[in-house]
């Protein structure tokens, strides 16, 4: 083992990408001058692991189980992703949703040490001396959000960085991404949550949002200077309200390597969990007809990406798009209305206007509703025993995060559908048992996902993020569900196959950019064996 001089000795046990805290063996310790600096009994990485699980279970709280986590990422890299990588499906509810959107709201009072790059408008002209700072010159993932719309919870301002931080703990946890080509930005315009700014502790700009052009010209230098210093980097986008999550999605798509998961990822999930789910009905989808309760960008993105699913099974996208229907708080999304974004135009019906949620269940008789309204208790008793009435098996997809905004939860969903609902949430809900039979209710986590997306991105050096990749990674999803995870009611793999599950996604992705010749690699002959070959494994190196 060698380190540069500069590491040696104290300084070594503060690096928290070379630091393997009492692992050191004895002779590390006699040539690196760390003798005297920890217990004189080195442990193995097992025995470290086992302390830190004999740590958490000792705490009753999520959140405090959040920070000892933050804590160890800080201080040891490759023991925090041993203990993840442990069992990825125990600690992702720990590391993201719905923990850490407590997590978010908090931030600025149980801050400890810093972690990714903070890009405040007053720096703009400068942003890439700042971004620059950071240690790592191959950079290949960014997950950056502006803190406007973290979760279903708002505007978190920077707080918001906790979401940026756990996404990229959970591409290396699940999918085996290495953690050190990741970077977390948060890109601080201000925040218009004025509790936050009247919090003597807030940590980020005392002003209210930039908006408009200058917004703009901000977000442009940033990604002028990602594509400067990091060529070959893919650009994330999380967490970023309605009018500019569409927007920057759609001005950068064409001329770097991004995607923005709220819209792309949410949408291949709830895609795959809709082809799992259909195995259960026996209809095509084609036959199928969606309702959405909310019209934002998550609501929109799943509508589009399940019209052009659709299209191929002999249905042009106009038909398509008829066939997901959105609604929002002014009601049904109808051509009539003068209130639609431009994203929300293509899903406006020609229909009378209907401001009743379960008036439009009854009426557009739809076979499954999604909810990303993030308002909780919208799917009512009324709302379910409607679709329940008209559909043998109602899909039943409350998707808003955390677990305190989902539009039902899993025991009501199954006991006012008589047990018939083919459930998935956006949050994790416990079993349900129901006339002596166990329901085991779906999580339709974009953690199925977007982890796959980035370790495919990264074997294959793509070069753009198209949306049949996302097409492609529902499918490779909802393949993975077996007949007996069916019968239980789960329409995605178990997450305690989490990782094998992403990998197997990540090869098909892998397969598709290769085909479509979207990268800057020769294609191998054995596309799964490249992605394997890439696959970040939590050891010291001898």
Known sequence: MSFEVADAGYELLRNPHLNRGTAFTLADRREHRLEGLLPPVPSTL???????????????DDLQKYLLLSD????????????????????????????????????????????????????????????????????????????????????????????????????????????????????????????????????????????????????????????????RCCIQWEDFANINAVPLLARYRNSVCTFNDDIQGTAAVALAGIYAALRISGRPLREQRFLFLGAGSAATGIAELISRAMVPESMSIAEARSRNALFDVNGLLVASRSDLADFQKPFALDHAPISSFAEAVKALRPTGIFG?????????????????????????FPFSNPTSRSECTAEEAYRWSNGRAIFASGSPFPPVDIDRKTFMPSQG???????????????????????????????A?????????????????????????SLHVATRIAEYIFENNLTRKERPKDVGALVRSQVYRPVYAA
């Not at 097992?46 to 009753?60: F, G, K, N, P, Y």
Request: proline share 7%.
């Open 477 to 501: 999803v909802a393949e993975q569900v077996t007949d007996e995870n069916l019968a239980t009611g789960l329409i995605y793999p178990p997450r305690g196959q989490i990782f094998a599950a």
């Open 372 to 396: 990303v309204s993030t308002v909780p208790k919208l799917f009512n008793q009324q709302v379910i025993e409607t679709m329940a009435a008209i559909n043998e098996r109602p899909i039943i």
């Open 445 to 475: 986590n974009n953690v199925y996902i977007f982890p796959a997306v980035g370790m495919a991105i990264f074997a294959t050096e793509a070069t753009r993020v198209n949306d049949e990749m996302f097409i492609v990674a529902a499918k």
């Open 46 to 60: 097992e025995l470290q692991v086992a302390r830190i699980h004999s740590e958490l279970a000792s705490l009753d």
């Open 72 to 231: 160890l990422q800080s201080r040891n890299e490759t023991l925090f992703y041993a203990v993840l990588m442990s069992d990825p499906a125990s600690f992702m509810p720990v590391v993201y949703t719905p923990t850490v959107g407590e997590a978010c709201q908090k931030f600025d009072h149980i801050f400890r040490a810093p972690r990714g790059v903070y890009l405040p408008i007053i720096a703009q002209g400068r942003l890439k001396r700042l971004l620059a700072n950071w240690p790592e010159k191959d950079v290949r993932f960014i997950v950056v959000t502006d803190g406007e719309r973290i979760l279903g919870l708002g505007d978190l301002g920077i707080g918001g960085m906790g979401i940026p931080i756990g996404k990229l703990a959970l591409y290396t946890a699940c999918a085996g991404v290495p953690p050190q080509y990741c970077l977390p930005v948060t890109l601080d315009v201000g925040t218009n949550n004025q509790d936050l700014l009247d919090d003597p502790l807030y940590l980020g700009l005392r002003q209210h949002r930039v908006r408009g052009e200058d917004y703009t010209a901000f977000v442009d230098e940033f990604v002028d200077a990602v594509r400067s210093l990091y060529p």
